[in-house]
């Protein structure tokens, strides 16, 4: 069996779920060729574990990124770098002759959006979005009912996000505190959201208007926990014994291998202060979605909230599904699985009109996002087109209108006007 060849840019918190299931349980259908990274000591770190299973995976710096591709050639090149670096490594990618996989966000402007876009229409390359909750049996069973017609026609969405303050403060501790990076928590986190309404409806969205504010995760929050002083990271906080936020990196050996250790390199601390007063992301947002098949969404996001998880409802024109999902707490590389579904919160229900509302016996996983992770995995490294009867696999078409959802809301909260997405790029085909 001839394996493809993987090469990897970008090796921090969330790359080793991808390099570690080709080293691992993928080895026999995919080959790691390459790594590459920014960070000359994170980089190393990278090789150290990739070279406990295979000696011949080389690394690179950043500035050698084509060079890794010239010289391991590589099928397939995945992006798990930040956020604002992903469409340089995308379109590069594919000008040299290579698909990619990219984390999500597929990108946070629309001009990076445009160039992927006309990139993959010229090369020809193909670009796969790594949209993990649409294999989570729980959203993969709201598609399976959705599908089957048992609310009717859909007519309007209601659709709530909370982070804890667990997961939703780590956002402000690291690089993406700036919008310069991540395009602020409407691009980088709710992209996902994003992308499950437009698959869970088979639309695309048309037009966004979107409010948003920080009001948690600022200087003067800092007084409610009695914190008098606190310091520009958790670190040397002369605070850290009372702040109920302190991130000890020492005591994680994940974060302390790829951040403490090696912020010699580039000088990027990842336990900076929440109540930091140059922080640039929103932490309350609202967004209003018209959909191009009519369907109106109103959506919320909201980082300081005391658990983890999701409620939406879907209105349609023979009743109403109500879905609530909670999610395990953790602060990312912690070494907790990454939202894994609670079992017994977790709920699905049927309210048809003129009859009993009754539950549905939830579809059960296990592992990261609501045991989404390993179903990508598998559906990444070891396809198979009849298995995914749900069309689950993500194109640069559905990065880009999840993407372009996000950014169209910073746009409106800046503006405090409806945004039309077929305003922002053009020649951008449905993916549905």
Not at 321 to 327: P, Y
Request: with cysteine; proline share 4%.
């Amino acid at each position: 069996m001839t394996r493809k060849r993987y090469a990897q840019v970008g090796t921090g918190t969330r790359a080793g779920m991808f390099s570690g299931a080709i080293l691992g349980e993928f080895n026999e259908t995919a080959a790691l060729v390459g790594l590459c990274d920014s960070n000359p000591g994170r980089l190393a770190v990278g090789l150290s574990k990739a070279h406990q299973r295979d000696r011949s995976v080389r690394g690179y710096l950043a500035d050698d990124f084509e060079q890794m591709v010239m010289e391991t050639k590589p099928d397939i090149v995945i992006v798990t770098t930040i956020d604002s670096t992903h469409d340089a490594y995308i379109c590069r990618a594919m000008e040299l002759g290579c698909d990619v996989i990219t984390e999500k966000p597929m990108t946070m402007t629309a001009e990076k959006c445009q160039r992927i876009i006309d990139t993959r229409r010229k090369t020809g390359r193909s670009c796969r979005v790594t949209f993990n909750y649409r294999y989570s049996p729980p959203r993969t069973q709201v598609k399976d009912l959705l599908m089957k017609g048992v609310i009717g026609d859909i007519l309007s969405v209601d659709f709530h996000w909370m982070l804890d303050t667990h997961h939703g403060a780590d956002y402000f501790r690291r690089w993406h505190r700036y919008k310069r990076n991540s395009g602020g928590l409407m691009v980088h986190k709710a992209t996902h959201h994003f992308d499950l309404v437009n698959w869970w409806l088979e639309t695309v969205p048309a037009a966004v208007f979107a409010s948003g504010q920080r009001r948690f995760y600022v200087p003067e929050r800092a007084a409610q926990y009695d914190l008098d002083n606190p310091g520009d990271r958790c670190l040397t906080c002369a605070e850290a014994g009372k702040c109920p936020f302190f991130l000890d990196l020492r005591a994680y050996p994940t974060l302390k291998s790829l951040f403490l250790d090696n912020e010699q390199y580039d000088g990027y601390f990842r336990d900076r202060c929440i109540f930091s007063d140059d922080i640039e992301i929103e932490d309350s947002m609202n967004v209003i979605v018209d959909y191009a098949n009519g369907v109106k969404m109103s959506y919320s996001l909201n980082a300081f909230m005391p658990w983890e998880g999701y409620t939406i409802v879907f209105n349609g024109t023979r009743g109403r599904l109500e879905h609530q999902m909670v999610e395990s707490s953790y602060i990312s590389g912690d070494r907790r699985v990454p939202g894994e579904m609670e079992v017994e919160p977790t709920s699905i229900r049927i309210c048809p009109h003129f009859a009993d509302a009754y539950e549905v016996d939830v579809w059960q996983g296990t592992g990261g996002h609501g045991g989404g992770d390993t179903l990508l995995l598998q559906d990444l490294f070891d396809p198979d087109e009849e298995r995914d009867y749900y069309k689950r696999a993500a194109d640069h078409r559905a990065g880009a209108y999840a993407a372009l959802t996000g950014i169209a809301a910073n746009q409106s909260m800046a503006s405090s006007r409806q945004v039309m997405i077929d305003s922002l790029v053009h020649d951008l085909e449905q993916p549905f």
